[in-house]
């Protein structure tokens, strides 16, 4: 079963640039989940989708952050303008919940992550 | 969403059990305790989950004791290769509607000497 797929794996920008990053989850999995991460702290959730529907975006920056999942499947984040704290690693995960006993539903399934510098 | 405290670093030496202790007193009658281990410049990956008593996998073992507002992972004969962050997180099963929500906290650095 291929994994989590993201693009690119490192990227610079300047403050006040546009940047967008791209997640392909696992074949079939309905919910799909875009985290951040900056060094030395845990994952924070950005935004949770079921399907191209959107669970929760509580907590996220909604004034330069924005994020689609068209069709269900492939998903970007983008980033416009930068500020320099947005620097950190931006994970994808997806999982589904549709699928086998309770246990292994809640799994999910992170990518590599990409890693952006805002300098 | 109940809140999880774990401590922050732990070292042990190759060979040894590790057991990371996370704390969790306002869990809830459908929560499921869910650890994750990740390791650097790579995504967090699932380990072990568990609901009550013992679970034990080919990674670690689950101990939750009756009143389920502690858990405890337990890694057996740690290597090297076994230092990472390892992340408890607490909460419902999946929604069919919506998925289950993935709230982390700040994780327990496990350094594993030679």
């Known amino acids: 079963e291929a994994g989590v797929a993201q693009s690119p794996r490192y990227k610079i920008i300047e403050k006040r640039q546009s940047v967008a990053f791209w997640c392909n989850p696992i074949?079939?999995?309905?919910?799909l989940y875009w985290y951040q991460q900056i060094l030395g702290q845990g994952p924070k959730l950005l935004i949770q989708f079921q399907n191209n529907g959107v669970v929760d975006d509580s907590q996220l920056p909604k004034d330069r952050f924005s994020a689609e999942r068209l069709k269900g499947v492939d998903s970007t984040l983008k980033i416009q303008p930068a500020k320099l704290e947005d620097s950190a690693v931006y994970l994808c995960a997806s999982s589904s919940p549709n699928r086998g006993p309770p246990a292994r539903n809640t799994e999910a399934f992170f990518g590599q992550g990409t890693r952006l510098t805002v300098v | 969403l109940a809140k999880t405290t774990q401590p922050i670093s732990m070292d042990s030496y190759e060979g040894q059990e590790v057991n990371i202790t996370c704390s969790h007193n306002n869990i809830a009658t459908n929560d499921y305790i869910t650890w994750y281990q990740q390791f650097p410049s790579q995504g967090p990956r699932f380990i072990i989950q568990g609901y009550k008593t013992k679970v034990t996998n080919e990674v670690a073992s689950l101990f939750i004791p009756a009143d389920r507002k502690s858990s405890t992972l337990s890694l057996p004969r740690v290597s090297l290769s076994d230092t990472a962050v390892y992340y408890c997180l607490v909460g419902d099963p999946p929604i069919k509607a919506a998925g289950n929500k993935l709230t982390f906290g700040g994780g327990t650095r496990v350094l594993v000497k030679p």
């Open positions: 074949s079939g999995h309905a919910t």
